[in-house]
């Protein structure tokens, strides 16, 4: 069975704080992604991370996907009240199976 | 673009009691997804579509939860009789590309 574990669980941070959050497994995904979710809505995608190493930036988000593609991490400068919610990260198995695994997740909160 | 549509928002019932949801994807995407997050939790699946076929319901409970997509395009989730554990936000998603999911608001449910 493939995990993924979330740390840290909870985060309190000020406003203009940085920040990271690591996602981690035992296991090989194909890809893996970053959602957002907000308190009453669903989770909505950030970014998707295929290659081994890859890093993509989303304005103050950067995403990192592990070289070996067992882990991955969040992290953003300068948080901002609205960046507060939920952090979801979610891997595609290595098997191919079109089934979606998601971490706990992350909740962030950004106090002004 | 309309987003995925969920109805009702929230639902109150008492335990033993049958509860059902309905989703309606995104215009022309052939899968659907159903999923149950726990408070605080990643949303784990418990149905996948393609069109109108089941390809994978290994974690859906099927003593009690049954699913249905007729036409191959809305869906119901169905709860009969309700437990105090089955509490937690009911999450449907769709999908055009494999990688690519929305989700909509959810349904939350409380089983009294």
């Known amino acids: 069975t493939q995990l993924l574990e979330q740390s840290p669980q909870f985060l309190s941070i000020q406003e203009g704080e940085n920040l990271t959050v690591y996602c981690n497994s035992s296991?090989?995904?194909?890809?893996l992604q970053w959602y957002r979710q907000e308190p009453g809505e669903g989770p909505v995608l950030l970014v998707t991370?295929?290659?081994?190493?890859e890093v993509k930036k989303l304005k103050r988000l950067t995403f990192q996907f592990g070289d070996a593609r067992k882990d991955s991490s969040l992290h953003i400068t300068a948080a901002q009240p609205g960046d507060t919610g939920l952090y979801l990260c979610?891997?595609?198995?290595?098997?191919?199976?079109?089934?979606?695994?998601f971490g706990q997740g992350t909740t962030l909160q950004v106090k002004p | 673009e309309a987003g995925v549509v969920q109805s009702p928002r929230y639902k109150i019932i008492e335990k033993k009691q049958p509860v059902a949801f309905w989703c309606n994807p995104i215009s022309g995407h052939n899968t659907l997804y159903w999923y149950r997050q726990n408070l605080g939790q990643g949303p784990e699946l418990l149905i996948r579509y393609e069109n109108e076929e089941a390809v994978d319901d290994s974690q859906l409970p099927k003593d009690r939860f049954s699913a249905e997509r007729l036409k191959g395009v809305d869906s119901t989730l169905k709860i009969q009789p309700a437990e105090l554990g089955d509490s937690a936000v009911y999450l449907c998603?769709?999908?055009?590309?494999?990688?690519?999911?929305?989700f909509g608001p959810g349904t939350r449910l409380t089983v009294l």
């Open positions: 991370v295929v290659t081994g190493g």
């Open positions: 296991s090989v995904f194909s890809s």
């Open positions: 979610a891997g595609w198995g290595s098997s191919n199976t079109g089934k979606l695994i």
């Open positions: 998603a769709s999908s055009l590309v494999l990688n690519e999911q929305f």
